[in-house]
């Protein structure tokens, strides 16, 4: 096949969960979400009611993906980190386990330091679950999609 | 590479529409978000220069519906087609699971045509893709100029594996979705084939 799959089991995707419900909290963090080096949003916590989380999934990885460029140009590996700063509103990005990215935005409720210290931690522990869930995608398994006829695919372009 | 979430219940795929410049890729892109249902798509972004010129991508997320009990989501992307923004098109390229190559029908840009789908080749294989396996649709589009190729020559010059081919005006519509429909299901097609 040409293109490996990413895939999330609820086990993973829960334990993910509650490692981003909890940087909310340590972190003093607005928003907290995580974002696959495609674009794909895999999990967010805190204040996401109001945010297009779908856009800036996107927008951190085009980022990524143009930092990542750069660095090679530089001979470097990568730019594992990313700090923008706004008048009210902070980004910092974290490349996590070079696979996904860890995006934290934040106000004057909390701090760079603050922030930097408790994505360190949490990237070590998404790190460890990401590589779990790896190993898991490789093992074969069931797929769901083994069984989808080209009926099931033609019905969803009957307008 | 498409992302399949058991938790959420989701197939995620990444389609990007390529060609030279000024073929038409944002304006497809354009015509799909004007005419779909407001709950299917996302805002599309669009990242370009003072000019309208896409300078890194343009962005349009969309819903097609449920199989087996699985949202599909498609991401679409373009590229910038201007030839010195090589190194950003490589990047948009990563993960993609279905290509659509635009090419503009008129007469005097079969060189930049040309120049694009092998510039495609190439930047798919420094990815580790091969043109040849990905899903992979061709769009000949401004077939409503007084200027244009016929179709057998189009053909002759960029679509010599003979993939699926569509006429287009993406400006008034005629031809987009077509193109759409058919690389979501080669993606689909292949999706299923891979599991």
Redesign the interface.
């Known amino acids: 096949?040409?293109?490996?799959?990413?895939?999330?089991?609820?086990e993973e995707?829960?334990r993910i969960q509650m490692v981003v419900d909890r940087l909310v909290q340590d972190a003093n963090a607005r928003v907290v979400f995580i974002v696959?080096?495609?674009?794909?949003l895999?999990a967010a916590s805190g204040d996401v009611e109001n945010l297009?989380t779908?856009?800036l999934a996107?927008?951190t990885a085009?980022n990524i993906?143009?930092t990542?460029?750069m660095a090679k140009l530089l001979k470097e590996n990568e730019f594992a980190t990313q700090f923008h700063e706004g008048e009210k509103a902070n980004i910092h990005i974290q490349l996590v386990g070079n696979r996904v990215i860890l995006v934290v935005i934040f106000d004057a409720k909390s701090s760079l330091g603050l922030v930097r210290l408790r994505v360190k931690r949490a990237s070590e522990e998404l790190n460890r679950i990401f590589e779990a869930l790896l190993k898991k995608v490789q093992e074969p398994g069931e797929?769901?999609?083994?069984?989808?006829t080209?009926e099931?695919?033609?019905?969803?372009?009957n307008d | 590479m498409s992302f399949i979430n058991y938790m959420a219940r989701e197939i995620n795929c990444k389609i990007v529409y390529y060609g030279p410049g000024l073929c038409g890729k944002t304006t497809n892109l354009q015509y799909i978000y004007e005419r779909t249902n407001p709950d299917a798509k996302g805002k599309m972004i669009s990242l370009a220069t003072e000019t309208e010129r896409t300078l890194f991508f343009d962005f349009l997320p969309l819903s097609l519906g449920e199989i087996r009990g699985f949202k599909t989501r498609f991401h679409l992307y373009t590229v910038p087609g201007q030839v010195f923004y090589d190194a950003s098109r490589k990047l948009i390229l990563k993960g993609v699971d279905g290509v659509v190559f635009v090419a503009d029908s008129q007469i005097e840009r079969m060189e930049a045509n040309l120049e694009s789908v092998e510039n495609l080749r190439t930047n798919l294989q420094e990815q580790g893709y091969s043109l040849d396996r990905l899903p992979y649709v061709i769009q000949y589009n401004k077939r409503d100029l007084p200027n244009v190729a016929s179709v057998e020559e189009l053909r002759e010059l960029v679509n010599s594996t003979h993939v699926p081919e569509f006429e287009a005006c993406a400006r008034t519509g005629v031809g987009v979705f077509e193109t759409l429909k058919a690389i979501a299901k080669l993606v689909l097609t292949e999706l299923k084939r891979g599991s």
Do not use: C, H, R, W
């Open positions: 096949m040409v293109n490996p799959q990413m895939v999330m089991y609820e995707f829960n696959d080096k495609n674009g794909q895999i297009d779908t856009s996107s927008l085009g993906a143009a990542g460029g797929s769901p999609f083994a069984e989808i080209d099931d695919i033609d019905n969803l372009f």
